[in-house]
């Protein structure tokens, strides 16, 4: 079974700085889906960035990216010129890429908090 | 375009007593999966729907959750009786079936505490 470890339970970054966010993964696939995901207060939680397995080149979205080190299972998430809009729960999520096995699998969360 | 809609928002409830949450996913997406974060812990699989036929259950707790999705359109799960250790965040998703990556979209969650 695959397992999704986010070991930092809560972070802060001052405005306009950078924070990475960690998160390490196990499986015996090769082939799978890495995601994070935001869940601000009170709202629902969004797709911010996802990294197919087999790409070697790191996700980037606007201000977010990912460094993805396969060997590692290491997957964490960078995001820079921190803004008060960031401030939510992180979670970091597997999915396998068997067609019709699509449950993801989430760590526990990383709640980042954003200073003025 | 609505997003995916869930109810009620929370829930309290006596042990021993029925629970009942509904799912209404975005239009036209033929899946449907529910999760539930227990507090302070990871979101777990519970089931996936396709339609209304049930694709993946694995993650069922017990014979005290029925997930049904009649006519694949919304979904409804219910507890049935609730314990202590069912208080959590029950998460609703949706997304289509495409030939590669299917984005899913989830719901703003309902809070159910058993008392």
């Not at chain 1, 397995?53 to 993805?68: C, G, L, P």
């Not at chain 2, 289509?96 to 505490?113: A, H, I, Y």
């Amino acid at each position: 079974a695959q397992t999704v470890t986010q070991s930092q339970p809560e972070m802060s970054v001052q405005e306009a700085e950078t924070v990475t966010l960690s998160c390490t993964y196990d499986t015996s696939e090769s082939d799978y889906y890495l995601f994070w995901y935001k869940q601000p207060p009170s709202r629902q939680m969004i797709l911010v960035i996802r990294q197919e397995a087999y790409k070697q080149q790191n996700a980037t979205e606007n201000r977010f990216s990912v460094n993805f080190q396969k060997a590692a299972k290491s997957f964490s998430l960078k995001i820079s010129d921190s803004q008060l809009g960031d401030a939510a729960m992180y979670f970091c999520a597997y999915r396998s890429e068997d067609f019709g096995n699509e449950k993801l699998t989430f760590g526990t969360g990383t709640r980042l908090t954003i200073i003025p | 375009e609505a997003g995916v809609t869930q109810f009620p928002s929370h829930s309290v409830i006596e042990k021993g007593q029925t629970v009942t949450l509904r799912c209404d996913p975005i239009s036209g997406h033929d899946n449907l999966y529910w999760y539930r974060r227990v507090m302070g812990k990871e979101i777990k699989f519970l089931l996936h729907f396709v339609k209304e036929s049930k694709q993946d259950e694995s993650g069922m707790p017990n014979n005290r959750f029925l997930a049904e999705r009649t006519g694949g359109t919304y979904s409804t799960l219910k507890v049935q009786p609730a314990e202590l250790e069912d208080s959590g965040v029950y998460f609703c998703a949706s997304s289509r079936t495409v030939l590669n990556f299917n984005e899913q979209f989830f719901g703003p969650g309902t809070r159910l505490t058993v008392l």
